[in-house]
DNA sequence: GCATGATCATGC
DNA sequence: GCATGATCATGC
């Protein structure tokens, strides 16, 4: 894969950062296609590595530049383990570099190698579980972390304690347990291996600097527990959100589309619900919920059969075949339409009419992202072959499908490869929509 | 003039 | 009843 088609800006932590939030919640099963990655036996780092390679999309070494170079970032992978219960608790100390005794005594500790090594760190812990294939390792939390400044004496002291053991020339009598945080710990292939210090001649264990897994314990399920805190907050937020637009529907549910479009003197179109919804946000002044706009929200109609059904698939504007052809999923237009939160405006079938009956919030899971994209890439080799009037259908994709849109079927755009095609565009399944239905309002009224 | 949101129409 | 192709009124 070349380096300008990575899944993120390179250059950039905020881009890394947020790439690596998608993992949140998932394994490496399905975020990757690391489907031959096989741990037959314990190898150490292999984790790690795997989602360097198979999700950062680059080669992981053991050179002593950042792993994000560009973006000066460290990532570092680390395991969690469930004790007495449900209790998390860091199976491992943080291993950050390797001590050089001969340099490390010329170090300060602000400047040292550690605490450059540590200035920006991708932290992702997963959830180690005996007998569980790693690929099946739940992530459990992506934070950009740096020391806290409250830790930051704790550290130095720690730092200072181990350095000054080597400047007195007694780097052999290091311990893991003369520091708290931050400790000097055994790094040697085998137990026997011994390396050189500065100020004596006697040889040494070699160490390198970890954060105690005590420590990391505390770090970690603070980091989980803050992410915690912004998912309910965000949650909430929506909660909030949706009770207010439904308040502004209120009035209206109960009424046919007739009796709507009677009441706000619209003409009879095929969009006249959208219509409908405008004029019922706007109020009578024309004001839009600021809200609404701020949660990035928008509206789409779906009106239910007497099965619970969408009678109509969900459209999307139509897409350029030149431009399905030159972008990836990840920066297509379709995946940002797929990102948006929508508010959904429920019409139910009653006899001949569709009555307005609710409102619902809803946003496409993450986990039927790559369902969306297999649909988007098989349109695309579609297109790259020619055959833009190749569809994919909806008994193909779980989530979507791809079909016309356009005036009639004059209306037409070019394609790379062959004759111009009548405008298509996405959709989302009927289907799909009513399972994702059913789910939204399983949520909302939990079985009695 | 045409993108948009959506429904209509047809055939199986 | 559903999948798929075709089409329409609005509004910027």
Sequence with gaps: MSEDSLP???????????????????????????????????????????????????????????????????????????????????????????????????????????????????????????????????????????????????????????????????????????????????????????????????????????????????????????????????AERDMDLVELVRERFKPYFGLTEEELRARFGLSKSKNLCARITNRILGGDDGTEIDELVKAGAKPKTIRLQANGRPKESVSFPAFDYYKLLDTDFDASDFYGYLQQKYLFVLYEKDGGEYRLRDVIMWQMPESDFPEAKSCYDQMRRNVRNGRADISVKSTENHCCHVRPHGRDSSDTKPQPYGPPVVKKCFWLNAGYVAEEIAKARRAKRPAC
């Design 8 to 234: 993120y800006d390179k250059y950039s932590i905020d881009s890394i950062v947020e790439y690596a939030g998608k993992l949140r919640g998932h394994t490496l099963r399905e975020m990757t296609d690391a489907g031959e990655l096989r741990s037959t036996k314990v190898q150490r780092g292999i984790y790690g590595n795997a989602i360097e390679e198979y999700y950062f999309k680059y080669k992981p070494n053991s050179n002593p530049e950042p792993d994000f170079s560009e973006a000066d970032l460290e990532l570092k992978v680390t395991p969690m383990k469930k004790v007495r219960g449900n209790k998390l608790v860091a199976k491992e100390r943080l291993v950050i570099s390797k001590i050089d005794y001969m340099t490390v005594v010329n170090e300060d500790f602000e400047h040292s190698h550690m605490m450059q090594k540590m200035k920006n760190v991708l932290l992702i812990t997963y959830l180690w579980e005996k007998g569980v294939d790693q690929l099946d390792y739940k992530i459990l939390s992506t934070e950009l972390w740096r020391i806290p400044k409250e830790d930051l004496p704790q550290i130095r002291h720690d730092w200072e304690t181990v350095v000054n053991k080597v400047r007195s020339g007694h780097a052999e009598d290091i311990s893991g347990s003369d520091t708290q945080y931050l400790e000097a710990c055994t790094k040697a292939a085998h137990g026997t291996d011994r390396t050189d210090q500065p100020y004596s001649s006697v040889r040494a264990k070699p160490r390198a600097w970890a954060l105690k897994a005590s420590y990391m314990t505390a770090i970690e399920n603070g980091l989980i527990q803050r992410r915690q805190r912004i998912e309910r907050s965000a």
